[in-house]
């Protein structure tokens, strides 16, 4: 079974320029989740879809951060404009099963976008 | 607020050494979910654990296990025997399910390296 796949790998770009990541889940994942992860530190929720729709965005910096996820599958994280501060690995995971209340699921991550801004 | 400590930065050890890496959790709710996920150099998160509030079992799975301790808010994972391949950051996490919202929290990472 393929894992969740992430494009590009790497990218450089200077400030204010924009910047756009894709990310393909697991095949039949309806949950797809979008976390930066600073350098030394632990990975960040940025934003959590269920199927196309949003279910959590609370620490989106949404002044210069979006992302949308079309027809429920691949989906798009965009920054614009870029600042120093995003600098950043951008990590996309899905799980299997639709959240319910009272349970949980298994994160699978895909390998990441590193994201330098000079 | 839920929390999650690693308290070892870099733990560094010599091929065929045992090496635990703790993990300390804050949360309010009786009801939650700990993970732990190796990031090696790749940069991929690849899972290795999942265990519920309710189930203190330790788990053991080959060369690596897991001790749950609720009463002290503790989630160690051990490598036996550890090899050069086990060198990676490791992250412990916590989830805790609120109506659709199933975000994990992470810690900051142990850096484990080892030497041959």
């Known amino acids: 079974e393929a894992g969740v796949a992430q494009s590009p790998r790497y990218k450089i770009i200077e400030k204010r320029q924009s910047v756009a990541f894709w990310c393909n889940p697991i095949?039949?994942?309806?949950?797809l989740y979008w976390y930066q992860q600073i350098l030394g530190q632990g990975p960040k929720l940025l934003i959590q879809f269920q199927n196309n729709g949003v279910v959590d965005d609370s620490q989106l910096p949404k002044d210069r951060f979006s992302a949308e996820r079309l027809k429920g599958v691949d989906s798009t994280l965009k920054i614009q404009p870029a600042k120093l501060e995003d600098s950043a690995v951008y990590l996309c995971?899905?799980?299997?099963?639709?959240?319910?209340?009272?349970?949980?699921?298994?994160?699978?991550f895909g390998p990441g976008t590193r994201l330098t801004v000079l | 607020a839920q929390k999650v400590t690693q308290a070892q930065t870099e733990i560094s050890v010599v091929e065929k050494e045992d090496v635990t890496l703790d993990c300390v959790y804050e949360?309010?709710?009786?009801?939650?979910?700990l993970f732990w996920y190796k990031q090696p150099p790749s940069g991929e998160l690849v899972f290795l654990i999942r265990r519920n509030s309710f189930d203190e079992q330790n788990e053991i799975s080959g060369r690596y296990s897991w001790n749950f301790q609720k009463s002290t808010s503790s989630f160690n994972f051990t490598i036996t025997a550890s090899q050069v391949v086990d060198s990676a950051v490791y992250f412990c996490a916590l989830s805790e399910p609120r109506g659709s919202n199933y975000k994990l929290t992470f810690g900051k990472g142990t850096l484990l390296t080892v030497n041959p």
């Open positions: 949360t309010r709710d009786t009801t939650y979910y």
């Open positions: 995971a899905s799980s299997l099963l639709i959240l319910a209340v009272g349970g949980t699921d298994t994160q699978y």
């Open positions: 095949s039949g994942h309806a949950t």
